[in-house]
């Protein structure tokens, strides 16, 4: 089953508003049904400093959602949408997923950066969402930010029936290493022989790209670096595999943890 896929890369501020507004006129022309992924924070803001998080108005920022939920609706789209998100007085950082037919679904990040640590609180755990295309029905896992750093949970997503990864990060730091973390979300791709879908904050110090990347490893999109722009591909989710998941020694990884734990061999 095919899939259009829409990755929207832009400047992110701390002014609700203002995020709404770029959000808005960059969707003018999605197409419905189309799978559409805005970056962490989109909405809300963020930064690697988390003291405007003081500033933000809960009320304003479910109005803004609200807006987006109508966008979804109106444009018949599947949008992801990445925020800082307060929930009876504790914040978390959140993707939410706005359906066509007006359903919402949030995942809440659940390893956190060390500058969201005392800040933010970590989400309860790792669920895959599934969404209903014209073609048929679609599963997929969402991970933010550093959450790349972490094979193991998107593993635990694609075991879990995954066919695809919406991946959203605010990745602008000048210290990382140069194509680190492209190869990171090349890594999660082939590793588990499933499409990556990466949206990233247009800054010119930006250290993932937004991208799309196939099963086996291919950068099929990308967007330049600090530019505004969507980038868009279709993906055909056939190609989605378990063909070396289906490999895995897990006996041995049993056999090793159940040393590690008693200490011997049973």
Known sequence: MKASVAIAQFPITWDIQKNLEA????????????????PE?????????????????????AHAMDRLAELA???????FCGTLLCEHGVWSNAALYFS????????????????????????????TLRIQLAGGPVTLGVQICREIRFPEQWQHLADRGAQAFIYLTHAANPSEPAGVWRSHLISRAAENQRFVLAANVADARQHCPSTVISPRGEVLVEAPTGQTTI???????????????????????????????????N
């Not at 808005?24 to 992924?37: C, F, G, K, N, R």
């Not at 007006?102 to 390893?111: E, S």
């Not at 980038?231 to 020694?249: F, K, P």
Request: hydrophobic share 35%.
């Open 41 to 61: 924070g989109a909405l809300s803001g963020y930064g690697a400093d988390l003291s405007p998080l003081e500033e933000l108005q809960p009320a304003t920022l």
């Open 23 to 38: 959000v808005t006129s960059l969707l003018a022309d999605v197409q419905p049904d189309e799978i559409v992924v805005l």
């Open 231 to 265: 980038i868009r591909t279709t993906i055909d989710l056939e190609r989605s595999a378990n063909w070396y998941l289906g490999q895995r020694r897990q006996d041995l990884l049993k056999l090793s943890y159940d040393i590690g734990v008693s200490g011997h061999a």
């Open 100 to 127: 066509p037919g007006g359903t919402r679904w949030t995942y809440r990040k659940i390893n956190l950066a060390m500058n969201e640590r005392g800040r933010l609180d970590a989400g309860p755990g790792l669920s």
């Open 73 to 79: 609706q109106r444009r018949a789209i599947h949008l």
